[in-house]
């Protein structure tokens, strides 16, 4: 492979987690958000705590796509075919994500409001707890499958 080549190559793949820290962001976005919406359902009457959590985690995840291997308006670089097979992928497993997600997340707050015969305003809180917790899912998993679908390049 002739230097050219190399840089081209370079240029092309480095968008795709060279250095591995997006590895480790989708996921702790993602537990803030889990660890909210836990404790939005534990105790919705303080779900102030799960709610802070949450935008935590909303916070980071909403960097994500400007940042990581998912990197939407990258410039001019068109993307190659690994690329676009990577961005289907990874979006095909956000939106079935987040479909299971939606439909577990209302089973367990009706589940749990009939249980604890909530009033409507805790089940109301339960539910805003979900609804805030799937755009999250949606800024996080898409990095979260790159990251790990693809192994680290070398410093070669």
Known sequence: MTAPDTLMTRTRTERRNTDGRFRWMPLV??????????????????AF??????????AIGSCLPF?????IGS?????????????LRA??????SIAVTAYIG???????????NWPRELLLIGLVGLAMFLPLLWTAVPTLYASWSVEPLDDD
């Open 67 to 71: 940042v990581g291997p998912m990197r």
């Open 106 to 116: 209302m089973l367990l707050v009706m589940g749990l409001a009939l249980l604890g």
């Open 29 to 46: 976005a993602i537990a803030l958000g889990l660890g909210g919406f836990a404790l939005v359902l534990i105790a919705p009457r303080q």
């Open 75 to 87: 410039g001019s670089a068109v993307p190659d075919e690994f690329g676009r097979a990577l961005h």
């Open 49 to 58: 705590l799960g709610f802070g959590a949450l935008m935590a985690g909303l």
């Open 91 to 96: 979006y095909l497993a956000t939106f079935a």
